[in-house]
């Protein structure tokens, strides 16, 4: 029987351990650090365990017993442990000398940079002591975005237009304070903006070939005064031809990033000049993305994962296909309001829907709704998936008025 441990079971990460005992995997665990936010420990699915460890050097000794088949980074704050543990349990998996380019958004860049690949010229800033410098040095009436360098998703991320703005958003940067993941953030980068369609490629790791899992394309629209509404984010044909050159683009980028086993998620912006991408994890899509997916794509991205790591055979470049058409819409708020979520009579008419999957709301009944301008704004969202892509329009309108209003 295989044994497997995942580091960091949270957010999608906790979607391994059920797959794996199905297949007769005994699965344990192990929680990086003390630090992690509730809102992350609190998806903890203890009985999907064998045991449940809390990191420390000490407990290599209970590691090595287990005799480990595969380590799994369930999310963004495994990455670090991930890599270490595979390289003293001698365990096939991602190099700890390259983990700094699954996870620092600076290092990324620069590795793109290194192999030839289309990226983002970014300046580093380690402290507040480097502001006037970068800010010198930047065009008067361009516009950059300011980001942090270890947080996820858009925590901390700042569209500046010109040398004010972004002076005043590095100021206004919450340096060496915690972010959202319980990690101090280690400092901050800025970058021009670039503009263009963006995608999700999904992607996993055989050995340093890589099977294009999942493409989707996010429609963003001008509201509330900004440019970054996310309205949703659509499910495409990974091998459609007029794709390739952002799924070869994304497969020369997770070569560059070290990715050797396993998944990586990776964001990109097709500018007028070609792909380039923006960020990228050595995890799961986060959400419930992998849910939708397994009704969209054959074989899927969690199943093709968890072959990834049993040392299952590579499937073939092109094994993917999309069986069905998926959509998450975002929900939008235009005012600041109290939350009164729908009656129940009112839930159960949209579960009704012959697109509908599910529904969920960021914010609790009474709170007072933020108005959406970015990911972070986003008060919920829904998922569909029907053969129709002409279907996710009619369903979206339809859940978009009686979910939200």
């Known amino acids: 029987m295989k044994t497997v441990l995942i580091v960091d079971p949270f957010s999608t990460g906790k979607l391994y351990a059920r797959l794996l005992k199905a297949q007769g995997v005994k699965c344990y665990a192990v929680i990086s650090t003390d630090t992690l936010p509730k809102h992350f420990t609190d998806d903890l699915i203890r009985e999907d365990f064998e045991e449940v460890y809390r990191w420390e ?11 480990l088949h595969a380590v799994i980074a369930g999310c963004e704050t495994a ?10 349990l001698c365990i096939k998996g991602n190099s700890h000398v390259t983990s700094d380019l699954r996870r620092n958004k600076f290092s ?11 990226n983002i010229e970014s300046q580093l800033l380690s402290s507040q002591s480097h502001i006037r410098k970068v800010v010198d040095s930047l065009e008067e009436t361009a516009t950059y975005v300011v980001k942090p360098l270890n947080s996820a998703a858009t925590e901390g991320v700042v569209f500046a237009q010109g040398r004010g703005e972004v002076e005043t958003a590095l100021n206004n940067a919450a ?19 670039i503009s263009g369609p963006e995608y999700v490629v999904d992607m996993v790791a055989f050995g340093g070939e890589y ?32 794709l390739q050159p952002l799924t070869d683009y994304a497969r020369q980028a997770a070569a560059a990033l070290g990715v ?20 990228a994890g050595g995890r799961l899509h986060g959400g419930i993305a992998p849910l939708l997916f397994q009704q969209v794509y054959h074989p899927d991205l969690l199943s093709l994962a ?49 697109a509908y999957c599910g529904h969920r709301y960021f914010i609790s009944a009474s709170d007072t709704t933020p108005i959406t301008v970015d990911f972070a704004t986003c008060p919920g969202l829904f998922w569909l998936q029907h053969p129709s892509a002409q279907q996710l329009d009619v369903s979206t309108a339809n859940l978009r008025k009686k979910l939200w209003g």
Not at 108 to 118: D, I, P, S, T, V
Not at 214 to 241: M, R, W
Not at 260 to 279: K, L, R
Request: charge should be negative.
């Open 260 to 279: 050797q086993v396993g998944p990586i998620h990776m964001e990109i912006i097709w500018s007028a000049a070609g792909p380039v991408m923006i960020e």
């Open 108 to 118: 990324m860049q620069q590795a793109l940079k290194h192999h030839g690949l289309a």
């Open 306 to 354: 968890i072959d990834s790591y049993l040392d299952q055979p590579k499937p073939q470049a092109d094994a993917v296909s999309q069986i069905s058409h998926g959509r998450i819409g975002f929900f939008c708020s235009d005012e600041r309001r109290t939350f009164t979520p729908p009656l129940p009579q009112v839930v159960q008419s949209a579960q009704e829907d012959e």
């Open 211 to 242: 099977i294009i899992a999942t493409v989707c394309k996010y429609t963003k629209i001008h509201k509330n005064g900004s440019k970054f509404v996310y309205e949703s984010l659509d499910t495409l044909d990974p091998q459609a031809a007029q």
């Open 79 to 88: 990455i670090y442990l991930t890599d270490y543990l595979t390289k003293v």
């Open 57 to 67: 050097e000490s407990l290599l000794v209970d590691l090595e017993s287990l005799s």
């Open 175 to 193: 340096w060496k304070q915690k972010n959202d993941l319980g990690e101090i953030n280690l400092g901050f980068i800025v970058q021009p903006f």
